[in-house]
């Protein structure tokens, strides 16, 4: 029924850029709060960026300034556009939306490497 499906990982350069997707499916994108969340290699999940459904932004210190987290609600899509970069970004990225009802549904992560 509610599904996240995230794409645009791969591999990039430090000082490139990559801009990632989640496209939901379901009826309760346009409420839910949508938020990026990246996991490295032994270590834990660790919260990106969030906006809220009336498009409030937060971002993790360490991305402010590189990356923006934006939604496209008549596409059902949130982006996370990731601009300089750094070794220390390379993770798995995942989606994550929260509706209403405070169910959180998960996408299933796409990998970001990013090399010296």
């Known amino acids: 029924q509610v599904q996240l499906v995230e794409s645009g990982g791969g591999l990039v350069q430090a000082g490139g850029s990559l801009r990632l997707s989640c496209a939901a499916s379901g009826n309760i994108f346009s409420a839910s709060a949508m938020a990026w969340y990246r996991q490295a290699p032994g270590m834990q999940r660790g919260l990106v960026a969030t906006?809220?459904?009336?498009?409030?932004?937060n971002y993790a210190d360490s991305v402010k300034g590189r990356f923006t987290i934006s939604r496209d609600n008549a596409r059902k899509t949130v982006y996370l556009q990731m601009n300089n970069l750094t070794p220390e970004d390379t993770a798995v990225y995942y989606c994550n939306m929260r509706p209403p009802s405070g169910v959180n549904y998960w996408g299933e992560g796409t990998l970001v490497t990013v090399s010296s």
């Open positions: 906006i809220t459904r009336f498009g409030s932004t």
